[in-house]
């Protein structure tokens, strides 16, 4: 017999909270946008204060991060998104550096213990299940963790499969809604993103398993991939680039040893299409980050290969890609973990890809990271490095020889001084190496 639902308004479940809790939100295009406006109302009169809020990345506005809010409500996001970059970076929000794979692990263990989680779910069905939607990231650890589970049932959600499916049981009070999810348009790509989609594609072999991220770079290289056979994809989250190659039958998941014919992701963003593809679609496996990402399950699939993206790179092949400097600008997110499973899987291709220069014209290769730089990949992670100019393969290679290599694909406007800093920094023997490279 299902569990009786008894729907309250928004007002009545913000009411759940009490001073000094730490509140779960929901991520991506699942943010509570309407509980988040009672429970900020609730802030500004004064009826709660020293309130925690946790997430990765959420779309749409994030009013609690605001200075209107400091001392009520404390955000420590395990991601940070562009709704709360300006207010970490002025210190009103903080940031908690972590491998998405272990989210779910802070949560799990009760290092951030979590007393309210709040969900947007689909409609219950008639075994009474409903579904986490879009973004199971680690959020089902919040879920199975915290004290009191507000619901908000909402038929824009869709009903996925996976780790997704959560029985009523696991919730305790259910509101209504329903506003569309938030959405999100990719911008059209530019001549650098297709010249890089086109290099990155070379390295793919038939029967790879993908992992890739939103933006113009992974786009650029999902839309060269027309030709290819037998593709998988087993990643932390896709977008609509993916579908064109679903629908001709590219990506099929027949080479995958590991969850054979599935697509399987963490959370997802982007348009109205794409949460359509994977309502009620049993070739779609929403789960949780400590699967979607762990390196042990990763490596499982042959020839996976893992596309990320970088701020910059220095000549040894230090990889920053959470920070400018010391301003904080986005996380740690599954880099690594994906980065250290492709290397651990059969034939695996890791590979970092990035513009060589800003849309400013600043060279993103330089001789050292800017100081304050967050290094996510290390260089002894680094495998295949892409730009527009090439690729090249670090794996191997002395630190002169990947200063080299790293050169050779930097814009033709820096390679000059970016050798004359290899110079001063290796010495003589740097032009013998750069002979024979």
């Given amino acids: 017999m299902h569990k009786e639902i008894k729907i309250v ?14 509140v779960h939100l929901h991520s991506v295009a699942l943010a509570p946008h309407k509980f988040i406006k009672e429970m900020c109302d609730r802030g500004r009169n004064g009826e709660i204060y020293d309130v925690t809020i946790q997430h990765i990345h959420t779309e749409g506005s994030a009013p609690y991060a605001e200075p209107e809010f400091e001392g009520i409500f404390n955000l420590e996001s395990l991601f940070v998104g562009a709704n709360v970059r300006k207010q970490t970076q002025a210190g009103y929000a903080d940031y908690i550096p ?26 219950p069905d008639r075994h009474g299940y409903v579904s986490l939607g879009t973004s199971v990231d680690c959020t089902r650890a919040a879920v199975e963790e ?70 113009g770079i992974p786009n650029a290289v999902l839309a060269q991939l027309g030709n290819h ?12 680039g993916l579908l064109p190659l679903v629908y001709s039958g590219v990506v099929n998941g ?30 779609v496996l929403m789960m949780d980050v400590a699967y979607t990402n762990g390196v042990g399950i990763i490596k499982q699939n042959p020839r996976v290969c893992a596309i990320n993206s970088a701020l910059s790179i220095d ?46 014209g600043v060279s993103k290769i330089t001789p050292t990271l800017m100081q304050g730089s967050g290094v996510v990949t290390t260089r002894n992670n680094m495998r295949w490095f892409v730009t527009e100019h090439g690729t090249v393969n670090l794996f191997g290679k002395t630190l002169q020889q990947r200063a080299k290599a790293i050169i050779s694909v930097a814009h033709p406007n820096f390679r000059e001084e970016l050798d004359q800093a290899a110079f001063e920094r290796f010495g003589s023997h740097y032009h013998f190496v750069a002979k024979k490279y």
């Fill in 9 to 22: 308004s928004f007002e009545e479940a913000a009411k759940v909270i009490k001073s000094g809790d730490r």
């Fill in 254 to 283: 027949m080479n995958k040893k590991l969850d054979k014919g599935k697509i399987v992701a963490g959370f997802l963003m982007g348009t109205k299409k794409l949460y359509d593809f994977v309502d009620d679609n049993p070739g």
């Fill in 315 to 360: 000549i040894t092949g230090q990889v920053c890609a959470d920070s400018i400097g010391t301003r904080h600008y986005s996380g740690v997110g599954g880099q690594i973990d994906f980065t250290r499973g492709a290397s651990a899987s059969e034939g695996g291709v890791p590979i970092i890809a990035m513009p060589s220069v800003t849309g400013k």
């Fill in 146 to 215: 915290a004290d009191t589970v507000v619901a908000i049932i909402n038929p824009n959600v869709p009903r996925a499969f996976g780790d997704a499916m959560m029985p009523l049981s696991m919730f305790d009070v259910f509101c209504e809604d329903d506003s569309p999810l938030v959405e999100h348009h990719n911008a059209p790509l530019s001549d650098i993103d297709i010249q890089i989609g086109k290099n990155v594609a070379g390295l793919i072999p038939d029967g790879a398993c993908l992992q890739m991220g939103i933006g």
């Fill in 229 to 240: 056979k037998n593709l998988g994809v087993h990643t932390e989250m896709f977008a609509d």
């Fill in 98 to 123: 972590v491998f998405l794979s272990e989210t779910q692990q802070l949560i799990r263990e009760g290092v951030l213990k979590v007393n309210v989680t709040v969900v947007q779910v689909s409609t």
